[in-house]
């Protein structure tokens, strides 16, 4: 049964909800009546968690327990447009897993927002946050909504109604929220204000950790924006360092110019790497000649984050983007974009996943059989989470860190974290994506093995 939650009326009502919700059913129907299944980013993280756990023969009760999440919230809730009318609005948050420590993960803003993508977008948190060694478990939601249709004022009302409707759901040391696609400071720093404005005056400042990715004046971590994209340039200087290449003179595309993207090109840049094709929801460019991450952004940041209209390279067909000749691919969309459509035009020596999920199964076999290598997700784009680690260290102990020391700290769990996904894929004479599952799930079974199953 496919259960919703009204969310209508005040937070404390929703403390306990606990709402389960059967697998969503993605089967379509062809003109020709044949059903055809349609890979959704569920079935995808389902297939790799089944795979790893065949591969290390996991404890099949872990097997159980992991298979599924533990607390799946959707919320409807009302908010007053600038016309004065009413709009009612849907939010996800759902929480996979949390026996290493609170859950962890995003929030999105978009549009493909639902169940399906919230519930893959938490297991990957929760390998993530395993296989970093953090004391985290995984969760992930958000709205689904065109953000870009909304004033500032509208969006301000949305994240601040959708923190009520959450209520006591999220909260510094069970859930903490942090930017994902579409989400930044600013509306961490909405979520942070909301949330703590429903406290005692005297905790406020107990509960400035209930979300990270905060800007820096609102209790946020110097260097925490570039995390993810520092992340995964540490995983590509690691990956080329491996067989003696370094990155300098490597030519790069990067799909998805946001967070991700941005810092990801700013950080390969200094590495002496060329971006030669960026791509983002309305353009997509192509120069063999070079592209200036900087400029791209300028033109991006005074053009409501948005790439289309630069004149600094040529526009190209969006289908095309993939087989643009380059060494490094670095998908920091969205999910399912490497697929049997294109895998097989890509050349590059290497995927670097900055998105979650952006390879789908096939394309995933696609690019193995052409010998590319792939940087997971869960390693490639940990810098984010692992950033947020520190924020939410900081304002636990109410210190303030430098952009130095996190940086360093981000650097140092990545490279631990790549150490045991090399020796664990020998080990199990297993590509990288499973052996990171590996690491992550061995884990999760010796914290179940040695805390055991209440009652
Ligand atoms: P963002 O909103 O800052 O940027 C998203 C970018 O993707 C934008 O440039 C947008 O135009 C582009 N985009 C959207 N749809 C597209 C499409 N169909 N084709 C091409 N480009 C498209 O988001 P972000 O925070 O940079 O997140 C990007 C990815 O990285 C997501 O998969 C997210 O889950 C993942 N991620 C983010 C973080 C983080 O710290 N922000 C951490 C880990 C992983």
New binding site residues.
């Given amino acids: 049964m496919f259960t919703r939650v009204s969310c209508a009326s005040p937070a404390k009502l929703f403390c306990t909800a606990n709402i389960m919700i059967d697998q969503l059913n993605t089967m379509e129907t062809t003109a020709t009546a044949t059903p055809v299944k349609k890979q959704g980013m569920y079935d995808i993280v389902m297939e790799q968690f089944a795979h790893a756990a065949e591969v290390m023969k996991l404890d099949p009760g872990v097997r159980k327990i992991l298979s599924k999440t533990n607390t799946e919230i959707v919320v409807h809730f009302p908010v007053k447009l600038d016309n004065g009318s009413i709009e009612v609005f849907t939010g996800y948050r759902v929480q996979h897993n949390n026996a290493l420590g609170p859950y962890k993960g995003?929030l999105?803003y978009h549009a493909t927002v639902d169940l399906d993508s919230a519930r893959a977008?938490a297991i990957w948190m929760t390998w993530k946050t395993a296989l970093a060694g953090l004391p985290y478990g995984g969760a992930k939601g958000g709205i689904e909504i065109d953000p870009k249709k909304y004033s500032s004022g509208e969006l301000e009302r949305i994240t601040r109604r959708f923190t009520y409707a959450l209520g006591d759901n999220i909260g510094p040391d069970l859930d903490i929220p942090?930017?994902?696609?579409?989400t930044?400071a600013q509306i961490m720093a909405w979520i942070a204000d909301t949330y703590s404005s429903t406290k005692s005056p005297s905790t406020r400042f107990a509960n400035l950790h209930v979300v990270t990715?905060k800007p820096l004046g609102a209790g946020g971590l110097e260097g925490r924006d570039r995390?993810?994209g520092f992340g995964v340039v540490a995983t590509l200087k690691t990956w080329a360092e491996r067989s003696n290449r370094s990155l300098k003179g490597m030519r790069y595309i990067v799909?998805?110019?946001?967070?991700?993207?941005y810092w990801t090109a700013h950080f390969l840049e200094r590495e002496g790497a060329i971006l030669v094709g960026v791509?983002?929801?309305?353009a997509t460019y192509h120069e063999p000649a070079g592209i200036s991450p900087e400029a791209l952004n300028d033109h991006s940041a005074a053009n409501g984050?948005?790439l289309s209209g630069f004149t600094g390279a040529a526009t190209i067909d969006p289908q095309r983007f993939f087989a643009i000749d380059c060494e490094i691919v670095v998908p920091?969309?969205?999910?399912n974009?490497i697929t049997a459509a294109n895998a097989g035009t890509i050349t590059a020596q290497v995927v670097a996943e900055?998105?979650?999920g952006?390879t789908d199964t096939e394309g995933e076999a696609i690019l193995r059989a052409n010998g590319v290598d792939i940087i997971p997700d869960i390693l490639c784009?940990s810098g984010?989470?692992i950033g947020s680690y520190y924020e939410w260290l900081q304002n636990k102990r109410s210190e303030v860190w430098k952009i130095e020391e996190v940086l360093e700290q981000i650097h140092d769990k990545i490279a631990v974290a790549f150490n045991s996904v090399v020796s664990t894929a020998k080990e199990f004479d297993t590509d990288w994506r499973t052996s990171a599952y590996i690491v992550a799930l061995r884990r999760l079974e010796k914290t179940y093995k040695e805390r055991g199953i209440f009652p």
């Fill in positions: 995003g999105r977008l942090a930017p994902d696609v579409n930044n990715g995390a993810t799909q998805g110019f946001g967070n991700v993207g791509q983002d929801a309305g984050r948005n920091a969309a969205l999910g974009q900055g998105a979650n952006p784009n984010g989470v």
